[in-house]
């Protein structure tokens, strides 16, 4: 087995700084789509993710092309127009926030769950939830080799699946589980989008730390 070099100090700190600075970005520079030896290599540091049962449950479409973004833009705002009537008072609200950049980013990326490979290792008590937590692995290494380069993504899951699945002709058993907006930004936001704008606030970790029952031990 080689050994792989512990990281150093500073290769530790700019780690710990791209996790901070990652960003769900809804704001994109209108230009040319990715040179591929680059998005090449984003989609490596994705391939890269743990997976449970090394079922790598994810797979990546690409629809850069102008004539995919009008496409799949309307089936974007069917679902926004569905989430504002579902948020009651909040409705308006929610309709002034910036949702996606399916027209203005570099790259549109198809996120999907393909049908179950029969994987038990690992998650045969938890089949789906499993599939879901690596593709999310999968998407978090995308978001954070992006950043590295400075560029920005956006994780769009307002979309009705069935649709999207019929629209992109998946085969029988594959979920679209989102549109990812990928390219340069103007600005990386300060903190999350839905903070500046005041819709909702992080929580404190304590909040989310659970207290495990007390059993005399």
Not at 43 to 72: D, I, K, N, Y
Not at 76 to 89: D, F, M, N, Y
Not at 106 to 131: K, S, Y
Request: proline share 10%; hydrophobic share 45%.
């Amino acid at each position: 087995m080689s050994l792989i070099p512990p990281f150093t100090p500073e290769q530790a700190a700019t780690v710990r700084q791209a996790i901070a600075l990652r960003r769900d970005c809804r704001h994109f520079l209108p230009g040319p789509t990715l040179p591929d030896a680059q998005l090449e290599r984003l989609l490596q540091a994705a391939h890269q993710a743990p997976s449970v049962g090394l079922m790598q449950p994810w797979r990546f479409m690409r629809l850069s092309t102008p004539a995919w973004r009008e496409r799949l833009a309307p089936l974007v705002e069917a679902e926004r127009q569905a989430t504002a009537a579902a948020l009651g008072a909040r409705a308006d609200e929610f309709l002034r926030l910036k949702v996606e950049g399916l027209r203005d980013c570099a790259e549109l990326l198809a996120l999907i769950l393909p049908p179950d490979d029969g994987t038990v290792f690992g998650r045969r008590t938890l089949p789906q939830e499993m599939a879901l937590c690596s593709a999310g692995a999968a998407v978090q290494n995308l978001w954070l080799a992006a950043r590295v380069e400075n560029l920005g993504l956006g994780w769009v899951s307002m979309f009705e699946p069935q649709a999207l699945a019929r629209v992109l002709e998946l085969p029988h058993g594959a979920l679209p589980l989102g549109l990812l907006c990928l390219g340069p930004v103007p600005a990386f936001y300060e903190h999350p989008l839905l903070e500046q704008t005041g819709w909702r606030q992080r929580r404190p970790l304590q909040d989310l730390l659970m207290k495990a029952p007390d059993h005399g031990n």
